[in-house]
């Protein structure tokens, strides 16, 4: 029950951010949308800090879902997860856009590290602090591509692919590498 309410506030803020400013939303907002008790929904959720956590989180497991081939290498894993990823939030883009341009580069920022254990650890690749620091840069510089590349996201595809070379090319100078 407790996933099922806040993925229905989840889905509600959505719906509100792509419509009115982010700011101007309030968790109750949020409540009535998604026809959800508020005190329910507080319990779960306190602030719409918390809300977007828990749809982060909803995010990292489309990337912690995909099903890689045996004998796969990182660089393809580390690929396809952070695709998953983004995949999952493509039909978000416009909202969540608006909510990271509301809350400001260094409240989205903070959340990357979070995101790049996901994708490390979706790819099997234990999230070492170098590799994470690492994917996190990756992920940082893919999202700002990703935010301008709408249809196909071959900018995107094309930014991750180099970025994770680089990666990998700068953690193995580091014998850090995977």
Known sequence: MTDDILDRAADAALALAADRPWPAVSLRDIA???EVPFAELYARADSKHALLAHLSASFDQAALAVDYPENSAAHDRLFDAAMARLEAMEPHRAALLAIAKSEGPLVSVARFPRIARAILEAAGVPATPPRLLAMTAVWARVV???????????????E???RLKQMAAKLAKLGAGF
């Open 160 to 162: 991750l692919d180099k």
């Open 144 to 158: 700002q591509v990703w935010r301008d590349d709408e249809g196909a996201l071959n900018r995107t595809m094309a």
């Open 32 to 34: 009535i949308r998604a």
